[in-house]
Each structure stands twice: as structure tokens, then as C-alpha cells.
């Protein structure tokens, strides 16, 4: 049986926190951290959710430590097309079409689109048809060779940047979906050597996709729900993709060069 003693050390560990610096950052005592850790004490639902904040477990696992020790889950999970998420998921389409007309695509926390603009359509043209089935995988779609990475000129360095954000995102949720994308595409030893890469900066670090005869040079921001209260809106991310350079720019503001072809 799971205890929330050994999911918490767990989670410690995964933070490399030592008892005392867990109880130091929650301003608990080292002695109660120990207690709770080794099933002696049974935490109130207020002390979980204060250490967890503390270690930055995600909300879903928040409510199982919650669940192991006895108390209701606290952070629901709502699909983002009901009713009780109508406000989130209007801020959501006003992002994306204020960003017109640079592609720009909503994606959950294992990197399924659940949302784009109108600006994404002409690159999906040719994908194979397989792959923009729903549920449509960014990573899947950006990699795999009957997508997008035909068309990535510098698909080494795109991988590079991906791997990292990947590896971060395990580092911190640890989600089976996540890893097995990691392990389809983005493990060392696919594609590129990874010591061949040079990567300055995820942030300025373009992708380079050849559309209708251009090199398109584009760079992404990504924007996140702040402090949500959601499981669901805790995934959401809006990743918005800016052009590079003028000659990039201009393709994408001229509709019959983005065309679908």
C-alpha cells in the first residue's frame, strides 16, 4: 500500500531536499517531516498540500498524496471544452487569433494540441494523414518523418531544444506519457549525434522549416495559466511562433505565400 510518508520522501528525493532543508523551505520542523515520512505522524490535508507546494508537486499528484493520507483531493480535472473552463478556454481563443497571422497552438501537458490558429494550417498540408488524428502530438508531429522533420532544416538543433524541455518536464512530473515520447523520439542516440549540436539558447534558437520554396526562421515564446487551480489548465501552455527575420515575416503576413500548397 502506497502511504503518503513514501510518496513525500519520494518526491523529496526527486528534489534532492534532505529532511532538514524540506522542513527549513515549509518552516516545519525536521522532526515532523521525519514523523510523517516514516508513517508515525498522519499529516493534516493542510500540512500535505504546504509541503507539496514546497517540493512543487504537480496538482494531479498533489491530490494522490492527498488521497494516501486519508483526506478529499483538492484540485479538480475539467475538460477545457465544458462549461466550467468557458473563461479560460475564450482567453485561450483571443490569444490565438490576436496572434494572427503567426501560427500559434495550444498544447496540454503531454504536448497534444487541443487548440490552434488559423495561421498553423498551411504547414500541416502533406502530413500524413495518420498523424493529425486526434489526439495530435506536437512533439509526434514536429519529429516523426512523415511530419514536420522533412521540412526542418536544422532539425538537429530543434531536437537539442525539444530534449531539453522534455528532460525538464520529467525532471519535475515525472508523467509515463512524457517519458515514452522522450524515448520515441528525443533519447541520445536518435538522429544527430547530440555532441554535434550547438544550442546557445532555447530562446534564440530558430527553427528553420522550408515552406513553398522559403526558409522560414521562426523562434517560439510560451505562455502558461499563472497559480491554476485546474489539473487541466496546470498543463495548458500556448506556444506562439514569431518570425526570425523580414523575409520570414513578410511570408507569413502575405496569405498567398502561406497558402496551403
Known amino acids: 500500500m502506497t502511504t503518503v510518508g513514501g510518496l513525500l520522501r519520494e518526491w523529496r528525493q526527486r528534489r534532492r531536499m534532505s529532511q532538514f532543508e524540506l522542513a527549513l523551505a515549509a518552516e516545519v520542523s525536521a522532526r515532523h517531516v521525519s514523523l510523517v515520512e516514516t508513517g508515525k505522524s498522519r499529516p493534516s490535508a493542510a500540512m500535505v498540500l504546504r509541503l507539496a507546494e514546497t517540493l512543487d508537486v504537480p496538482l494531479r499528484e498533489r491530490n494522490r498524496l492527498l488521497l494516501a493520507a486519508g483526506h478529499a483531493p483538492e484540485y479538480p480535472e475539467r475538460p477545457l471544452t465544458g462549461p466550467d473552463l468557458g473563461a479560460a478556454r475564450g482567453a485561450l481563443e483571443a490569444v490565438l487569433r490576436a496572434h494572427e497571422p503567426y501560427p500559434a497552438v495550444v498544447i496540454d501537458g503531454r504536448w497534444n494540441i487541443v487548440m490552434t490558429n488559423r495561421s498553423l494550417r498551411p504547414f500541416l498540408a502533406g502530413i500524413a494523414p495518420e498523424l493529425l488524428e486526434p489526439p495530435v502530438n506536437l512533439v509526434r508531429l514536429g519529429l516523426h518523418p512523415e511530419g514536420l522533420a522533412s521540412r526542418i532544416v536544422n532539425l538537429g538543433q530543434v531536437r537539442a531544444v525539444l530534449r531539453g524541455r522534455l528532460s525538464r518536464q520529467l525532471e519535475r512530473t515525472r508523467d509515463p506519457d512524457v517519458a515514452a515520447l522522450y524515448e520515441e523520439f528525443l533519447r541520445p542516440g536518435l538522429g544527430e549525434d547530440d555532441a554535434t549540436v550547438s544550442v546557445e539558447s532555447e530562446i534564440t534558437t ?42 520570414s515575416a513578410a511570408v507569413l503576413r502575405d496569405p498567398t505565400l502561406t497558402a496551403e500548397d
Do not use: K
Open 206 to 247: 530558430p527553427m528553420i522549416i522550408r515552406h513553398n520554396g522559403f526558409d522560414l526562421r521562426l523562434f517560439s515564446t510560451i505562455t502558461t495559466f499563472g497559480t491554476p487551480r485546474d489539473i487541466t489548465l496546470e498543463g495548458i501552455a500556448v506556444e506562439m511562433y514569431y518570425p526570425a527575420d523580414e523575409q
